[in-house]
Structure formats: C-alpha cells, structure tokens
C-alpha cells in the first residue's frame, strides 16, 4: 500500500526555545529597500539588498544572529516582505533577459517533444474504462470513462478500450481546464470514484498551499451533491456508497482527525473516527484493495499503527490492527479472511510481511521473512496473488507470488516469479489494478526510456505494453546510454550513481558540461526515470547524474538511518565524493559542472556549497530547507514535532551544535561561491519562502565574488510550483537557461 507523507515545512510563530535577546532597530545600508518603481526600475541592474534588522537568538550560551529574520510573514501580506520579494523576481527577470530568446526557443522546443492530445493508458474498474484526456493547448486534463461492451469477458492483458464510432461514447466526469479559469492556481490531489460508480468525490487546491476543499458530483451529471467540505487534506476514501472519510488538520498543519461523513449531512455534524494528539504523529488514510476495509494509520519517522474500519458498517467505528509499539512500523492491506501486514523493527530492519486473520488480529504467520539484504518497500493485494515491490542492491524489484485459495490456511510463501528489466538502472511504480483481476499494471520508466504502462498476467507471465510517453521532435532512445557507477565515501561505502548521455556527442574526456542531481532525505528514493524536458540538456552534450546519497532509501533501511539524525553530514560529504568521482572518470569537471536539489535536495545544495563551493560552477536550490537549526527549534512550526526523529530536536545540546555546524544560513560566509538560483512559491506549506529568501539575503551580504545569485518566488503557487503543465515547462526552461548562462553555452545569436 503506497504511503504519501507531507514533507518539509512552514513557519508560524516565534522560537519558543529560543531566547530572544533582543530586536534592535533597523540597520539601513546605503542601498535598502526601494519604495517606489522609479527607484526599482533605476536600480534593477543592482542586487536587491534586504535590510537588515538585527534578531537575536541564544541557546545553550550560543548566540545567533539573524538580520533577516524580518522576512518571515505568515500572513504574507507585508508590504516590505513582498516588495523585496517583487524587487528579486524583477532582478532575475531582469537579469536573465539577455537570454530571453533562447529561453523561449528552449520553452518551445521542450514544450515541442509533448503529445498535447493524448489519453492516460485506460483503467478498467467494474462496467468502465476510466481514463484522464489532455487537450492541444489546454494546461489540464479532462476525467473521463467509457462503458466497457462486454462486462463478462475476463481482464486480459490484451483487453483494450474501443474508441472507434461504433464504440460507447466518451463522458467527461470532470474538466480541469473549465475549474480551473478562476483560479492562478489548480490543482486536484484526489479522485475517487464511488463503488457503484455513480458519484465522484474530488479534493481540490486553489493556492498550493495543499489546503483542499472536497467536491462530491454525480458521474453522469456533474452536478453537485451536498456541501462541500473545507480545510481538510488530500486523503479521501469512499466508506460504501454514501459516505466518505476523511482526514483534517490541526493550527500546524499536521493530519490528526480522521472523519466520517455521510452525504446530504453538513460537515459539522461528522463523527471523529480518531484523534491523534501526539504532535509527533500524523494521520493517513487509505482503502484496501478489496475495498473491504479502510485503514486509518498513525505514524511518526520510525513508529506507525494501524486501525480498520469495515466500509460496509462504517457506523461500527474503528478497531485497532496492529497496536502502538515504539519502534516498530506497520502497514496493512486485506484479502479475503486475512490482513496483510508489513512490519518493520530496529531487528527487521528491511521488514518482513506477516498475516493474521481478520477475527483474530494476534496469530500471526510469517509469510515473507526480513532479508537483510532486501528491502520490502510496498506491497500489493489480488485475490489471488500478492505482489511485492523490493530492492535489492539499490535497484527496485517486482516478485509475485501465487496465493492459496480464500479460506485456506496460509503459510511462508516460497518461488516467487520475478518481472525482469534490462536496463541497468531504472525506475518502477506499481499503478491502480483490479482487485478481482490476475492483471498487474506498473510503471516503467529509465532515464532513456519514456514513462511505460504495463499489464502483467501473473499466471502466464506475459507483459504487454499498453502505453508509453509519446515523445516528439526526433526522439530516439538508441541515441542515448543509462550506466551505473559507484563513487567511494570519505568513509569507503559505495554509493551509487545513475548516469546518461547521449553517445553520438558526447566525448568523456572532462570537456563534456555535466548536471548532479541529489536528494538524500526521509529514506526516499530517487530513481533513474525518465524526463522529457531534460532531453533538450542531452542534446546539447549535458551528461545528466543521479548521486543515490545516504539519507534516502535506495540502499534499504540502514542506507536511510546512515544519512539522518547524527549522521546527516553523511548526506552531504556522499555528494561531494560522487561529484570528485565524476570529475576524476572524465565524465566532466569543475568547471563545466552544475548541480539541483529540492525541497531536502535543496539543504543538500545549500550544504554542500558552503563546504566545497570551488567543485562547482552553478547550482540551483529548489524550495530549499536551509534555515535548519531556526526551524527546528520551534516546536510550534507545522511538521517541526514530527520531524525531531528525522534531523534531531536540536533543544538537546548535542543535536543544536550537531545542526548548528550544517544549517546553510547558519555557515554562509565571505567565500567564494559559484553561479545560483535559489526559487520559491510564497504559499509553500512545506518550506516556507522565507528560508530561501534569508539565504539569498545573506549570500548577498557575505559573498566575495561577482558570480550571479539569482532569486525566484513564485508569488501565486506553493511548493510544487506553477500547476498547469506547460507553466512547469517554463519553469525548466528558466532553469537550463540559467545554468547553460552561468556554463556560457548559449549561443550569440540566440540571446
């Protein structure tokens, strides 16, 4: 059962662990904050220059200063915060306008590689096919579903959605596009159908602030039914055909109730299934397979238990799974008389997948043993099959295997049918399948090979292709070359890359311009997959790489728990020594290298350039959590709480100085440093504006080069950026704009 958490950050009140010493008056520079737009456009060709107000901090008689620490509003609405922001998107604009040709011409070459008209691979569910449809020149897409001609034939891999005139017609439950005129910002996080496939509950986002209102509609009609409800989250489960759950959140923006809702009632009168009062837990909701059951999940970073609640009765409330045990995680799913469970300890670090029956939660049987070379990341329920996503050696895995009969004594489930990939690093994504079906549908995608909609019979073993990313403007995947190296820690681990170029231009003697992308935070992991965009980098000699630092999860658990809490900097000193192990095999060099991070990726960069700025030429921090140790110092910040098992509670000495010696606004000093873009979306929940902009602020103060140092806020989006789909290819336009600029790659004549 995927497992969606929020990550990284907002920022609400005051440290309250923090001593204020004291707020003394403005400190004005000869060149402050322009008021007026004759004095902006004047000084345009200038930096912005924040002024400073001096802002105190003292712990543990250490004293810190922030001249900056003005730049946090939570009402966003300063008029000082947001004329600087203003002043720095007019001096990247500004800055960046030399190159505005080639950026438009680099927008509609990439914009040119997308099939505009297109339709998402079908999903058959009971008597329709249900598919998502993009139109030329529309920014978002249309859900749609047509009635399948033959409910009783059997799901085939070879089954395919007519669409000819003599086929059922095309209904569009719900247009995108219509929604979202109204509004700079559209987005909808989920879209559930309801089991008799009458009614459509969605949760839709209109700031990015990731705050969403939840519409239910009747699927013929669209009209709407009941109120709609507000200030909830983006889980959303149908509980039977007339009521829903769902889960709200408290002042900081952590998930702590969960709800019940029965339609035609108003919001007000919902019963609270459960409250999680420990702020360092959230709650998640998702729907077994079977649509049996519902499952309401508290976790924090190394703790997670489980409720059920039946979707038949939902009026019987919930019942506990699996109990609270710290340290110990598990997930659930259900199938027939059992419950399925992956359970993960400090002795089964890699976890190992259980069962129990339904009436009796504590006889459990061990069906998939902990390898400690093999991690179990997900796992996947038919009636009669049991699919388990792994990894092994930092690749991920698909291992299938055969389930007795319902009703049948389950044991240890041995032979296990592998699905085999040939390239030698990739990425897959299990994608919706029908329960009652022995058709698994994944997502298969390397960073040569467009996004790919599978259906696997697990009886046969065939594999079909049903839908693969149209690419256009000469795209050939024989062009290109994905490898696998490994570069050597300070500590002598091996950490992975993933690399790919394209073989006909590209000359391995160091000369080649090269882009290191990393992450290496909440043991996530960031696989070799596929990127349209980035093909216009590869086509102009850029050798693209992918450093599978410690902190995320690609190496298994430890590979995770090596990257964390006292052991973060391993992050860090991982990316430096992939980045002088690719300069040393020629794949590029300090001069023509750039790297990108986001959101955590983004800590990484900011980390990395105070440590080694001279490895690289330009950098682009992404949303970036820089301002570490000030955040999570502040218990009353949404996700701070949560978070202390993952960077430490830095109101322990040891984790404040530890955090203290990494946090990029806390280490910026007078150095040298490369080319950068710092960006940011003003309603981020997760990182907020302010922490880039401080970094930039300070950057500015402190650097002793004239190398650029660019700053982007997105005034009307949050933390995932601009939310129509050809606005986000502006946005990687921008971006290989600037980093071809800082490389000198673009041509006179296209500037």
Not at 66 to 76: A, M, Q, V
Request: aromatic share 10%; glycine share 6%; proline share 5%.
């Amino acid at each position: 059962m995927r497992r969606m958490v929020m990550r990284r950050h907002l920022l609400v009140n005051l440290p309250l662990s923090v001593q204020l010493v004291s707020s003394a008056t403005a400190i004005v520079p000869v060149r402050s904050l322009m008021t007026s737009s004759a004095m902006m456009s004047q000084k345009m060709e200038t930096p912005p220059v924040a002024k400073k107000v001096e802002h105190k901090m003292e712990l543990f008689g250490d004293v810190r200063v922030d001249n900056y620490y003005w730049l946090r509003d939570d009402s966003r609405s300063d008029p000082d915060v947001l004329s600087y922001l203003q002043q720095e998107n007019d001096y990247a604009n500004f800055h960046m306008s030399g190159t505005k040709k080639f950026e438009q011409e680099l927008y509609s070459e990439i914009r040119g590689r997308i099939q505009e008209d297109d339709i998402s691979a079908p999903e058959r569910k009971g008597h329709y096919y249900y598919y998502t449809r993009t139109l030329k020149g529309q920014e978002y897409v249309q859900h749609c579903r047509r009635l399948v001609p033959n409910t009783e034939a059997p799901h085939s891999v070879y089954d395919t959605m007519p669409m000819g005139p003599d086929a059922p017609p095309e209904h569009v439950i719900l247009d995108e596009n219509i929604k979202a005129q109204t509004h700079a910002y559209y987005s909808i996080a989920a879209f559930k159908v309801s089991p008799n496939n009458k009614l459509v509950a969605y949760a839709e986002d209109t700031k990015g602030n990731e705050i969403y209102t939840v519409y239910v509609i009747d699927a013929d009609t669209g009209a709407p039914v009941g109120q709609p409800l507000v200030n909830v989250t983006n889980y959303l489960e149908w509980a039977g055909d007339q009521a829903l759950a769902y889960v709200t959140m408290d002042a900081t923006l952590r998930p702590d109730k969960a709800w019940l809702h029965k339609l035609g009632t108003e919001q007000s009168t919902d019963s609270c299934l459960y409250h999680e009062k420990d702020d360092m837990f959230s709650i998640e909701l998702q729907a077994s397979e079977s649509k049996r059951f519902l499952f309401v999940a508290s976790e924090s970073k190394t703790t997670r238990f489980n409720f059920y609640l039946d979707a038949l009765r939902p009026e019987g409330g919930l019942v506990v799974l699996t109990p609270r045990q710290d340290g110990i995680d598990t997930s659930v799913s259900h199938r027939g008389n059992h419950f399925f469970i992956k359970r993960r300890s400090d002795q089964f670090f890699n976890s190992e997948v259980i069962a129990c029956p339904v009436e009796n939660t504590s006889e459990t049987t061990v069906l998939i043993p902990h390898r400690e070379s093999v991690k179990i990341q997900d796992l996947c329920l038919f009636n009669d099959h049991l699919v388990i996503y792994e990894r092994e050696d930092g690749l991920p895995k698909i291992t299938i295997y055969n389930l007795p009969d319902v009703g049948q004594p389950l044991k240890r489930l041995q032979g296990g049918q592998a699905v085999n990939f040939s390239d030698p690093t990739y990425s897959v994504e299990p994608s919706e399948s029908e329960y009652s079906s022995s058709i698994l549908r994944y997502s298969y995608s390397s960073m040569k090979t467009p996004p790919s909609e599978y259906d696997y019979d697990m009886k046969t073993g065939i594999s079909v292709l049903k839908k693969i990313e149209t690419v256009l403007g000469g795209f050939e995947e024989s062009k290109y070359v994905t490898e696998r190296k490994w570069a050597t820690a300070t500590d002598g681990t091996q950490i992975p890359i993933s690399i790919v170029y394209r073989k006909d231009i590209i000359k391995l003697d160091g000369s080649d311009p090269l882009l290191l992308y990393g992450y290496g935070s909440y043991e996530i992991c960031v696989d070799a997959c596929f990127k349209a965009s980035r093909m216009s980098l590869l086509d102009r000699g850029f050798i693209f790489a992918i450093a599978h630092i410690r902190g995320g999860g690609e190496m298994g658990r430890k590979w995770y728990e090596n990257g964390k809490l006292l052991k973060k900097k391993n992050t860090f000193t991982d990316f430096i020594a992939c980045a002088e192990y690719l300069i040393e095999k020629k794949y590029g060099s300090k001069e023509k290298l750039s790297i990108h991070g986001r959101s955590a990726g983004g800590l990484l960069i900011g980390a990395v350039l105070n440590m080694r700025p001279d490895l690289f030429k330009a950098a682009v921090a992404g949303v970036p959590f820089v301002d570490v140790l000030t955040t999570m110092l502040d218990p009353t910040i949404p996700l701070t709480t949560s978070e202390w098992e993952e960077w430490g509670d830095p109101r322990r000495e040891e984790f404040y100085y530890y955090m203290k010696s990494y946090s990029p606004v806390d280490n910026v000093k007078a150095q040298n440093y490369p080319n950068i873009l710092v960006t940011a979306g003003l309603n981020d929940p997760r990182v907020m504006y302010s922490e880039p902009a401080k970094f930039v602020a300070k950057l500015r103060d402190l650097k002793t080069d004239k190398n650029i140092l660019l700053f982007k806020c997105e005034l009307g989006a949050g933390h995932f950026s601009k939310s129509g789909r050809f606005e986000k290819l502006e946005e990687d336009a921008f971006t290989y704009s600037f980093i071809m600029k800082a490389l000198d790659m673009i041509p006179d004549h296209e500037k």
